[in-house]
T-cell receptor, first 112, second 114 residues
């Protein structure tokens, strides 16, 4: 059973556009939701994270929107740039458990 | 301040040989995780270790795979009698183990079984 479902699998956006990646989870015990960015040949790197006591978190051009009742969260990349082209993974973990469940990834391609 | 160090970066083994993958966590991190990634796929959890203890190995195949994180030295993921299906990128991550602390990943070991 996949704990975290991510969509779309791939995404093409024009430079300057908004990239939106969605994730949904089932387990209401999850209380930490990070997003990771992975470039080819590299390991995933933490991009931004949110806890369920807030509905939105913004860091520069990256925003997480969180809907606790719908058990969904999404990553928005504003003013997308070719350098943002990478694979993005959402994840979720439970308090005091330290085990992370990852989505299947979204390959983003930002066209110049 | 070094991040997670994995070696080797690339490893080629023939079917039936053993593969040993090493991971040195961020200094001060006592929790280590191993993930496997197939091309164009997501990260599959394999095992979660603390110093000298395996906490969760539910994602690791029962046969041929083992992992350790000794009191001194790096964490080791060992694959015995490798088969072609073991070809993948193996990522190690570490965390300090505090509540809601993120994972820090290494750049992975790419294992190719010929």
């Amino acid at each position: 059973q996949q704990q975290v479902k991510q969509s779309p699998q791939s995404l093409i956006v024009q430079k300057g556009g908004i990239s939106i990646i969605n994730c949904a989870y089932e387990n209401t015990a999850f209380d930490y939701f990070p997003w990771y960015q992975q470039f080819p040949g590299k390991g995933p790197a933490l991009l931004i994270a949110i806890r369920p006591d807030v509905s939105e978190k913004k860091e520069g051009r990256f925003t997480i929107s969180f809907n606790k009742s719908a058990k969904q969260f999404s990553l928005h990349i504003m003013d997308s740039q070719p350098g943002d082209s990478a694979t993005y993974f959402c994840a979720a973990s439970k308090n005091n458990f330290n085990k992370f469940y990852f989505g299947s990834g979204t390959k983003l391609n930002v066209k110049p | 301040n070094a991040g997670v160090m994995q070696n080797p970066r690339h490893l080629v083994r023939r079917r039936g040989q053993e593969a040993r993958l090493r991971c040195s966590p961020v200094k001060g991190h006592s929790h280590v995780y191993w993930y496997r990634q197939l091309p164009e796929e997501g990260l599959k959890f394999m095992v979660y270790l603390q110093k000298e203890n395996i906490i969760d190995e539910s994602g690791m195949p029962k046969e041929r795979f083992s992992a350790e994180f000794p009191k001194e030295g790096p964490s080791i993921l060992r694959i015995q009698q490798v088969v072609r299906g073991d070809s993948a990128a193996y990522f190690c991550a570490s965390s300090p183990g505090q509540v809601n602390s993120p994972l820090h990943f290494g750049n992975g070991t790419r294992l190719t079984v010929t």
